[in-house]
């Protein structure tokens, strides 16, 4: 299967974003906390989007808000087209000079299977969970 990256466009991938992490029952964040991004699809059907920090420095960099369209979750491609997309991102911090990656990955989930698989490493202590919270103007 031939898939395709394109940058995210928030003014158009925004309202999609909010639907995938409704159908996950995930904490859905403001618009201006993404960074660059990126989006994997293939034959008309957006898979994932993935999201890449970068430190004031260049060299360290953080992979981030991965979150897949409920409506493939369980399709054959969709670990291949994650796949595609970390790799499409690892490349693009390494071409801006960063020498070292994290991302956040909920414990126990296919996203760390791969995380492992690929060559990512994690503590065994407890898993941190995400807190938010707007700050008042």
Known sequence: MS?????????????????????????????????????VG??????????LYLDVGGKFA???????????????TLVTAIKTLIDYVEGVAKAQGCQFIVSFVAPNT???RLMKKIGYETSEGPSHRLYAKPLPA
Do not use: C
């Open 110 to 112: 296919g996203e760390e």
């Open 3 to 39: 898939y395709q990256i394109r940058p995210v466009d928030l003014t158009v991938d925004y309202p999609t974003l909010l639907k995938w992490w409704e159908g996950h029952k995930a904490l859905a964040m403001p618009a201006y906390v993404f960074p660059q991004g990126w989006v």
């Open 62 to 76: 953080v992979m981030e808000w991965l979150t897949t369209n409920p409506s493939v979750a369980y399709s054959k």
């Open 42 to 51: 293939a034959a008309g059907v957006d898979i994932a989007m993935n999201f």
